[in-house]
């Protein structure tokens, strides 16, 4: 069964600060990989999705890099702002298309 | 108008009652998911359907049941609510035709078993 992990669960950083959200698998067999952005009490969009023979996605100032042997993805945000301030969630899918959900990491950017 | 909407976005309801949350895409994707999220649990997958008339069990599907009367139309049921039934619930779909699967959620539905 897969698991997903993101380490932190939780981050807080000032303004203007590149970051990084790291997010693990335990089953390397993986058909793609998805980022997603969560605000309080509303639904996920998709941030980044990287297929399994992908190395990286980038779109604005997220970059996600994926890492099938070693099960690692990481989601890179640069030049934080407040605005940025969500729940990320990783999402990994394997053969049958439906994707296992990490239990996210809460960021803050406090001006 | 959103893609993919919930209703109801918010229910109360008692211990025993029969309830159904419903999902509508304008996305003409062929898979639809329902998932629940409880506060440190993550997303769990409760069913899926990958077209009309193919539905499938997720991890926690116990005490739930779903239709899927249309392509756009996935409903999820609740046949004797209980407590543990708390939580916020969501509709995805996704489109085999991309080959990428992104997966595009709906707003959530709010549900609280008294």
């Known amino acids: 069964k897969q698991e997903v992990t993101q380490i932190p669960a939780a981050l807080s950083v000032p303004e203007g600060e590149n970051l990084v959200l790291n997010c693990s698998f335990t089953?390397?067999?993986?058909?793609?990989l998805q980022w997603f952005r969560q605000d309080p009490g509303k639904g996920l969009t998709s941030l980044l999705l990287?297929?399994?023979?992908?190395r990286e996605q980038t779109s604005g100032r997220l970059n996600a890099s994926l890492d099938k042997s070693s099960g690692r993805s990481t989601l890179y945000i640069a030049a934080s702002q407040p605005g940025d301030s969500a729940t990320y969630l990783c999402a990994v899918s394997g053969g049958s298309y439906i994707p296992t959900f990490g239990r996210g990491t809460s960021l803050i950017v406090h001006p | 108008d959103a893609d993919v909407t919930q209703t109801p976005r918010n229910r109360i309801t008692k211990t025993g009652k029969r309830i159904m949350l419903e999902c509508s895409q304008t996305k003409g994707h062929d898979r639809m998911y329902w998932y629940r999220q409880d506060p440190g649990l993550g997303l769990r997958l409760i069913y899926y359907?990958?077209?009309?008339?193919?539905?499938n069990k997720g991890e926690i599907s116990d005490g739930y049941s779903v239709s899927r009367q249309a392509q756009a139309k996935f409903s999820l049921s609740l046949e004797s609510a209980i407590p543990n039934q708390t939580a916020l619930y969501f509709c995805?779909?996704?489109?085999?035709?991309?080959?990428?699967?992104?997966?595009?959620f709906g707003p959530g539905t709010r549900l609280l078993v008294l």
């Open positions: 995805a779909t996704s489109d085999t035709r991309t080959y990428q699967e992104t997966q595009y």
């Open positions: 089953d390397s067999a993986i058909y793609n």
């Open positions: 990287i297929q399994s023979s992908q």
């Open positions: 359907s990958f077209d009309v008339k193919d539905i």
